[in-house]
C-alpha cells in the first residue's frame, strides 16, 4: 500500500486567521489569493497579490483596508513595498502561490524582507499526504490514487530541508493542519543574504530530487508536527511577540 500521511487538525484557513488573531496583526500578506478564501478571514488590514484573481463573496469584511495586485509576486516585491502600502508593519505572511519550490523559495526570500524579526511567515502545502501530489506538474488522470488526484502540493516540500541546511537560525515549525499541512517560520532575519547568494545552488542542488513512497516515509520520519493547538495555546510564545 502507498504511504498517506494524513492531518487531522484544523483547516489552514482557520489556523492563518487564529494566527493573525492571536498576533494582533498590524498587516497582513498573502501571497496567492485564488478565491478568497484565506484572505477573508483576516480582520486586519491587508494586501493581497495573484496573478489571477478568482475572488468569490465578501474579501473586505472588517478590514480598514485591503490593496489586491494582480501580477506575479515577482514583480509586486520588485515594485512595491508592502509596509508603505498600508503604512504599518507587516505582522504575518501566508505564502500559498505556484507550487514550484523555487517560487515559493523567491517569494520566501522576499517576504522576509518584508517583515520584521518578529514577524510570522506562514507556508502552505509543505507536507503533502502522498508522493504522488508532489509531482512538479498537475496530472490528476495520472494518478494511481484518484480519490486524492485533485490535491496538488507540487514540489514546495523542499523548502523544509533547505531552510535546514540553509537557514538554521530561524525557527521552522511543523504543524498539523488539513489538509497539507502549514509552516510557521520565526526569528526572522530581513537584513540575512544567505538564501540570495546561494538561490542558485540550492536550485541545482534540489531540482533533480523527486519523492517517491520511500522519500515520503522518510520525511516524516523523526520529523516533529506539532498540534495547531499547541501553537494557538502559548507554544513558541515568539510567534506571537510584538516588535
Not at 487531522?8 to 498590524?26: E, H, M, Q, V, W
Not at 486586519?44 to 506575479?72: E, R
Not at 514540489?155 to 523544509?160: A, I, P, Q, R
Request: proline residues 5%; contains cysteine.
Amino acid at each position: 500500500m502507498a504511504f498517506t500521511h494524513w492531518h487531522s487538525g484544523p483547516l489552514y484557513s482557520d489556523f492563518i486567521a487564529a494566527i493573525a488573531r492571536a498576533k494582533n496583526a498590524r498587516g497582513y500578506l498573502e501571497v496567492g489569493v485564488r478565491d478568497g478564501t484565506t484572505l477573508s478571514r483576516i480582520d486586519c488590514p491587508s494586501i493581497g497579490v495573484d496573478p489571477a484573481f478568482q475572488l468569490n463573496g465578501d474579501v473586505i469584511g472588517k478590514k480598514t483596508n485591503l490593496h489586491l495586485y494582480q501580477m506575479t509576486s515577482d514583480v509586486f516585491f520588485r515594485d512595491y513595498d508592502p509596509s508603505r502600502i498600508i503604512n504599518a508593519p507587516i505582522d504575518v505572511i501566508f505564502l500559498d502561490g505556484l507550487h514550484q519550490f523555487e517560487y515559493l523559495l523567491r517569494d520566501f526570500i522576499n517576504s522576509e524582507k518584508a517583515t520584521h524579526r518578529h514577524g510570522v511567515i506562514l507556508l502552505d502545502d509543505c507536507l503533502p499526504a502522498n508522493a504522488e501530489m508532489t509531482e512538479r506538474a498537475h496530472d490528476p488522470a495520472a494518478r494511481s490514487n484518484q480519490d486524492l488526484a485533485g490535491w496538488w502540493t507540487g514540489d514546495v516540500w523542499k523548502l523544509l530541508p533547505i531552510l535546514e541546511r540553509y537557514r538554521p537560525d530561524l525557527r521552522v515549525t511543523a504543524v498539523d493542519v488539513r489538509p497539507t499541512g502549514s509552516i510557521c517560520i520565526t526569528n526572522l532575519d530581513p537584513s540575512s543574504t544567505i538564501l540570495e547568494r546561494n538561490y542558485y545552488e540550492i536550485l541545482d542542488k534540489y531540482r533533480g530530487i523527486d519523492m517517491d513512497d520511500a522519500a515520503c516515509a522518510r520525511f516524516y520520519d523523526g520529523r516533529t508536527i506539532i498540534e495547531a493547538r499547541t501553537i494557538l495555546d502559548g507554544f513558541e510564545a515568539s510567534l506571537f511577540v510584538g516588535p
